[in-house]
């Protein structure tokens, strides 16, 4: 990828956009691979589940997501380049009559309550400057027995990284907090390390939280 200082990386990572938006894209799926994994094997998408995804970029493990019967997955970006290459990417792998990117925030979801069976943020929780409006626009548009998995950086390392500066840090028992204050029941916690390139591309030991909560 092209070399951006720490404060346009930080600007990319928000909202890939303009002529680097399709760079950074790639670099976040090889610099997010194995969390992602992680992840969406936590969340566990069974057969005709509908599955929500805030943040996925263009879209590059949706596919992952679509392996149950009769599963649809809807994901909900900020980055117009990434709605477009999203779809473009579920279109050329034959999914987009079970799987769509659109374009929406996370503090007002385009989906109708209590519409998903599962939903997944990965390394988004730092563009919530509050979580509790967008817990609670989880809570909504989750079914009762709905499940939320939640993977982001541990506060100290992610206070380690130069791009991660004007991020919101949240440390792990404060979202378990705001989880249950917005109506879920935390059900697995996981720790995710990995020694790894960055999304700047230096190598680091990596320290992640997986959350795995339940709309009550």
């Given at each position: 990828m092209m070399m951006l200082d720490a404060p346009t990386l930080a600007a990319q990572l928000r909202q890939p956009h303009g002529e680097a938006a399709l760079a950074v894209a790639d670099s976040m799926n090889r610099s997010n691979g194995a969390l992602n994994l992680a992840a969406i094997g936590l969340l566990a998408v069974g057969a005709g589940e509908q599955v929500l995804e805030v943040g996925p970029g263009n879209a590059a493990f949706a596919p992952l997501m679509l392996q149950a019967t009769g599963s649809h997955y809807l994901g909900i970006e900020l980055s117009t380049a990434m709605v477009e290459a999203g779809n473009q990417r579920l279109a050329s792998a034959g999914l987009a009559e079970r799987a769509a990117m659109r374009h929406g925030d996370a503090h007002a979801l385009p989906v109708a309550d209590a519409a998903m069976d599962a939903a997944l943020?990965?390394?988004?929780?730092?563009?919530?400057?509050?979580?509790?409006?967008?817990?609670?626009?989880?809570?909504?548009?989750?079914?009762?027995?709905?499940?939320?998995?939640?993977?982001?950086?541990?506060?100290?390392?992610?206070?380690?990284?130069?791009?991660?500066?004007?991020?919101?840090?949240?440390?792990?028992?404060?979202?378990?907090?705001?989880?249950?204050?917005?109506?879920f029941r935390v059900s697995a916690w996981r720790s995710h390390r990995e020694s790894a390139a960055g999304n700047d591309g230096q190598t680091r030991e990596k320290h992640f939280h997986l959350l795995l909560a339940q709309r009550r």
């Open positions: 943020a990965v390394n988004t929780l730092y563009f919530w400057p509050n979580l509790a409006p967008v817990l609670d626009e989880l809570a909504r548009v989750l079914r009762r027995g709905g499940r939320l998995c939640l993977a982001f950086g541990d506060a100290s390392f992610m206070r380690s990284l130069p791009f991660a500066a004007d991020f919101q840090l949240h440390e792990l028992d404060v979202v378990e907090l705001a989880l249950r204050v917005s109506g």
